[in-house]
């Protein structure tokens, strides 16, 4: 035991790492893969409180998601409060696999991370209140970035079933990883991957139950991170 001991220590000195920085960063990466008791409450936010209500992600939402009856392509609507938001959407892919709904994804990153450029664009939330989030944190580049994310995970997600077999904490690492590689640079690399992870899996459960249904309420909680969808009203 002492000579593998002593070879770990030559080993962190070859590398200039100190065991006790090894650990911290370990420590790090567990916490952030796997969460503990009560880590919702050190969860950061993104609403600073100088933020105007009206530049802010509501707490609370419903919106109504539903395809319109005998269109071809199937082309699905999103209303809040009886207004239509964003774009009609279609597939737009040779092969249906139901990207249409794939803004459920953006709701439930902003339900649970609250995080989500795509979903500012959309309530014309965006905190112009401060020059450099609107330019940086909710600008195009980030809205991409999301919209990049989104994609990535839902062709992983097709290869697998649309993850209906994936509990927590059973969320492929590299993916998480390669999230995190993604969003560097931007005020969401601070999440915990198993706080993505709970955006993805949540955000699948909605999308699957829209991929039976054709249509459904999506409602979100902000403060209690959740996202659930049932029939519409």
Avoid at 126 to 151: F, Q
Avoid at 212 to 224: K, Q, S
Wanted: proline share 4%.
């Amino acid at each position: 035991m002492e000579n593998v001991f002593q070879m770990l220590v030559d080993i962190s000195h070859g590398c200039g790492v100190t065991l006790s920085s090894a650990l911290i960063k370990n420590v790090e990466k567990i916490s952030s893969r796997w969460p503990q008791d009560g880590m919702d409450g050190e969860l950061i936010e993104f609403e600073a409180s100088e933020t105007p209500s009206f530049e802010m992600l509501p707490s609370k939402m419903e919106i109504e998601i539903f395809e319109i009856e005998g269109k071809a392509p199937p082309t699905v609507i999103q209303r809040i409060n009886g207004i239509n938001i964003g774009d009609r959407l279609t597939d737009n892919i040779e092969g249906e696999d139901f990207y249409r709904f794939h803004d459920v994804f953006h709701y439930a990153y902003a339900a649970i991370l609250h995080w989500s450029p795509v979903t500012r664009a959309l309530l014309k939330s965006k905190r112009k209140y401060d020059a450099k989030k609107d330019m940086n944190e909710d600008g195009a580049r980030a809205i991409l970035i999301e919209e990049g994310v989104s994609t990535f995970v839902f062709n992983v997600a097709k290869r697998n079933e649309d993850f209906v077999h994936v509990q927590a904490g059973d969320l492929s690492y590299d993916l998480l990883k390669m999230i995190s590689s993604l969003v560097e640079g931007y005020e969401v690399e601070k999440c915990p991957h198993w706080l993505w992870e709970r955006a993805i899996l949540e955000g699948f459960k909605v999308f699957r139950y829209l991929k039976e249904h054709r249509a459904g309420l999506v409602v979100i909680n902000g403060p209690a991170r959740t996202i659930d969808i049932g029939p519409r009203s």
